[in-house]
């Protein structure tokens, strides 16, 4: 038996990413940091310097670590424990540089 993918759900999950997209950029421009656009191939090593179990309350992921520079992408860095993860990373002597990104790709970066 053949299942054939339903078009007007595949419109409505681009719709819905779409709107995700523009709300993160939204947030980036409000919080005057940079949004980030693209697909995401994480540095393991980078992904675990954060648990996952504090990652995810955090809405936080490690994607890069270049000697002591880390890129993190984050849902907003307005979030009490986004904010502390940071400044844990920055106590451990880490230069962090943060961007704005969706749930679905802080999501994706998690189940990685």
Request: charged fraction near 35%; charge should be positive.
């Amino acid at each position: 038996m053949r299942f054939s993918r339903n078009p007007a759900n595949d419109q409505i999950a681009t719709i819905r990413k779409e709107g995700e997209k523009r709300d993160a950029m939204r947030r980036a421009d409000k919080e005057r940091l940079p949004y980030f656009d693209s697909i995401v191939r994480p540095d393991r090593d980078a992904l675990t310097l954060i648990p996952k179990t504090a990652a995810t309350a955090a809405k936080i992921a490690v994607v890069k670590k270049e000697d002591k520079k880390l890129q993190v992408l984050v849902y907003t860095t307005k979030n009490r424990n986004t904010q502390a993860e940071i400044n844990l990373l920055k106590k451990r002597g880490f230069t962090v540089g943060v961007f704005i990104t969706t749930m679905d790709t802080l999501e994706n970066l998690w189940g990685a």
